[in-house]
T-cell receptor, first 112, second 110 residues
Framework: DVKVTQSSRYLVKRTGEKVFLECVQDMDHENMFWYRQDPGLGLRLIYFSYDVKMKEKGDIPEGYSVSREKKERFSLILESASTNQTSMYLC???????????FGPGTRLTVL | KNEVEQSPQNLTAQEGEFITINCSYSVGISALHWLQQHPGGGIVSLFMLSSGKKKHGRLIATINIQEKHSSLHITASHPRDSAVYICAVSRGTSGSRLTFGEGTQLTVNP
């Protein structure tokens, strides 16, 4: 079974802090994605990566950056957290050549 | 207007009822996906389809490419079916990004 894990299920941070969210997949997927999910807005793509050290902006990249130094790990970075970044963050990965994405359990981030 | 629209946004049913969730999209697609999200957050893929109909247990997904419409049906619904059901479309080559609907919150009461 494909397994996608995220570093924390719940996280509370203060405004201005630098926040790291980590995602690890164990199936050698090339594609990895970071989403945020908000009530009434659904899942929105922040960044995605189709290979090590490659990244592309999604629909809402402002205030975020990403890092992919190893194939299995995709990190989302909030350089200076703000209250409007309070959300559920979901990571996903997919095999090359398919559209089916496998999701991690999500991290509920609260920024105070 | 969103590229992927789902209806209804919320649905409450009694155990045993037949349930239909609808998804309409306004763009060209390569495939349509139905996903399920249980309380707690985890999302699993139920179906990926580009034409016709697929069935898995009590779940049936259909798509009409000409009308740009898909439905997810649940037969003999059960409280464990309570979840958010999400429609998503892929628009390009395989491995491309997905565009998601807002989701339908389904509650099945015993």
């Amino acid at each position: 079974d494909v397994k996608v894990t995220q570093s924390s299920r719940y996280l509370v941070k203060r405004t201005g802090e630098k926040v790291f969210l980590e995602c690890v997949q164990d199936m050698d997927h090339e594609n990895m994605f970071w989403y945020r999910q908000d009530p009434g807005l659904g899942l929105r793509l922040i960044y995605f990566s189709y290979d090590v050290k490659m990244k592309e902006k999604g629909d809402i990249p402002e205030g975020y950056s990403v890092s992919r130094e190893k194939k299995e790990r995709f990190s989302l970075i909030l350089e200076s957290a703000s209250t409007n970044q309070t959300s559920m963050y979901l990571c996903a990965s997919s095999y090359p050549g398919t559209d089916t994405q496998y999701f991690g359990p999500g991290t509920r981030l609260t920024v105070l | 207007k969103n590229e992927v629209e789902q209806s209804p946004q919320n649905l409450t049913a009694q155990e045993g009822e037949f349930i239909t969730i609808n998804c309409s999209y306004s763009v060209g697609i390569s495939a349509l996906h139905w996903l399920q999200q249980h309380p707690g957050g985890g999302i699993v893929s139920l179906f990926m389809l580009s034409s016709g109909k697929k069935k898995h247990g009590r779940l049936i997904a259909t798509i009409n490419i000409q009308e740009k419409h898909s439905s997810l049906h649940i037969t003999a619904s059960h409280p464990r079916d309570s979840a958010v059901y999400i429609c998503a479309v892929s628009r390009g080559t395989s491995g491309s990004r997905l565009t998601f609907g807002e989701g339908t919150q389904l509650t099945v009461n015993p």
